[in-house]
């Protein structure tokens, strides 16, 4: 894990774990994470203008959004997937695909 530490909106100091070592790695991991949403909003994007059929939209989130995203779970291990993604995966899982849902590590709550 490695620590960066930066400038946020204010004045104070914002501090981020992330799963990597170097800030090589980290830009990396930010653009999967990246090209993981645009597939899936371009895929969706896609499929709401009527340019793909079901099936086709189907079959391409079972054939590339889905691998794209566990080999991201592979990589970075699940509590690293951002929030917005897991629901993304969870709504594909149970609706498109009609299988079973990935299960994610339970968030931290600060009450």
């Not at 949403?37 to 590339?64: P, R, W």
């Not at 995203?69 to 629901?87: A, H, L």
Request: aromatic fraction near 10%; glycine fraction near 4%.
């Amino acid at each position: 894990m490695c620590q960066l530490v930066g400038k946020g909106e204010t004045t104070e100091p914002i501090t981020m774990m992330t799963p990597v070592y170097s800030m090589e790695e980290y830009r990396h991991y930010m653009l999967t994470v990246m090209n993981s949403k645009n597939t899936i909003g371009n895929l969706v994007q896609t499929y709401e203008n009527k340019s793909i059929s079901e099936i086709e939209f189907k079959s391409t989130l079972a054939k590339i959004w889905i691998p794209l995203t566990s080999s991201f779970i592979d990589k970075y291990g699940k509590e690293m997937v951002p929030f917005d993604v897991q629901i993304a995966i969870n709504d594909v899982e149970v609706n498109a695909l009609k299988i079973n849902t990935t299960k994610w590590p339970a968030k931290l709550s600060f009450s």
